[in-house]
């Protein structure tokens, strides 16, 4: 016989996409039925793959300790996305919480007007300085607990930040042992593209083959990377 612990465990089980889908599909008195039985530590993830209105009303039944408990869970620019629909005091409590270097990727990413890819940027991505040898990004990789989603290069920096480049990690891979002290440097991708972060996607759409693009580098006007760096 099932019953809430039971009910429970089959959502825990489910990715949030598809507990999500679930929740949308019920009307609101069974909605909130199952939001109930979801794991704390899991509503962030949730209410980001919720479309508006739910999410909205799912956030209306939520007290202020509840709505930053949720946030906490998330990276910085996952809280960026869902700020919108929080009130403005539970995200300041949010702010207040994180540390000091998430504060200020958050607080950047609030910044951006709705609507540009700014507001819409990935800040977890890895950064090695152009001086680094290839043996030691490698070691550095290998220390990380797992990589970023979607990770397929490096972003080499010179020393003051600036971007250089990228390194692919299938050249880091294949690269022969014998040259594992060469320089970042030697081996980067210098034909890269990047935007602006103040236009807006339809913008950056009409420029580029959505055949061929899988991602983007977003730059200010310094072309500086603010994100997880080997120095």
């Not at 990276?75 to 409590?93: F, G, H, S, T, Y």
């Not at 030697?186 to 935007?195: A, E, Q």
């Not at 580098?217 to 994100?227: A, D, H, I, S």
Request: aromatic share 4%; with cysteine; net charge negative.
């Amino acid at each position: 016989m099932s019953g809430p612990r039971a009910e429970s465990g089959e959502l825990e089980r489910l990715h949030p996409a598809d507990v999500a889908y679930i929740l949308e599909a019920l009307p609101l008195e069974e909605r909130q039925v199952v939001w109930d039985l979801v794991k704390a530590e899991r509503e962030g993830e949730i209410l980001l793959e919720l479309s508006e209105a739910v999410r909205e009303s799912l956030i209306a039944t939520m007290d202020s300790k509840e709505l930053v408990a949720a946030a906490e869970t998330l990276e910085a620019d996952q809280i960026a996305d869902l700020a919108a629909d929080l009130p403005e005091d539970v995200v300041q409590d949010v702010i207040r919480a994180l540390p000091q270097e998430e504060r200020a990727l958050l607080r950047a990413a609030l910044s951006y007007d709705e609507g540009t890819v700014g507001a819409l940027m990935d800040f977890d991505q890895v950064t090695v300085r152009e001086d680094v040898t290839l043996e030691a990004a490698t070691r550095y990789l290998r220390a990380l607990d797992e990589l970023p989603a979607h990770t397929d290069q490096l972003f080499v920096v010179d020393r003051a930040g600036k971007l250089r480049g990228t390194l692919p990690l299938a050249r880091l891979i294949v690269t022969d042992l014998a040259r594992q002290r060469d320089r970042a440097a030697m081996h980067l991708l210098r034909l890269i593209r990047t935007v602006a972060i103040d236009v807006g996607p339809t913008q950056v759409g009409q420029q580029l083959d959505p055949h061929r693009v899988i991602g983007l580098v977003q730059c200010n006007g310094f072309e500086q990377q603010r994100n997880r760096r080997l120095s």
